[in-house]
């Protein structure tokens, strides 16, 4: 019951923490807030991938901080990746107005 508790109070400590610098923070503090946000989504997206990545890259008996770091890395990797080549392109077509239309009736 400790350790649940614990990662109950660490997490509500974390939103707190980032509302808090939402509001007084520096620019600097909100723009990265704001980029993890933005990458946010590609990572929901490609956590199982990474996940598979990260246990095939490392062999058993690594230790679990090292684990941790290597899928932490490869998740934000792969999510960067991801908004730099897929949705940074597709929002600049939608801005310019030139979405793609598909006709799927002949």
């Known amino acids: 019951q400790g350790l ?7 997490a509500s400590t974390a939103l ?3 509302f808090a610098l939402t509001r007084g923070g520096s620019d600097r503090v ?3 807030l704001r ?9 929901y997206l490609l956590h199982p991938l990474a996940w598979v990545l990260s246990r095939a890259w490392l062999p058993d008996g690594t230790p ?5 770091a290597v ?8 999510a960067l990746a991801v ?10 077509l939608a801005s310019a107005g030139r979405t793609a239309r598909v006709r799927l009736l002949p």
């Open 83 to 92: 908004y730099r080549f897929y949705e940074l392109p597709i929002r600049r």
């Open 35 to 43: 980029g993890l946000g933005e990458l946010s989504y590609p990572v």
């Open 4 to 10: 649940p508790r614990a990662g109950y109070v660490l």
């Open 16 to 18: 707190v923490a980032t």
């Open 71 to 78: 899928a932490l890395t490869t998740r934000l990797a792969l």
């Open 64 to 68: 679990a901080l090292l684990a941790l």
């Open 30 to 32: 909100r723009g990265f």
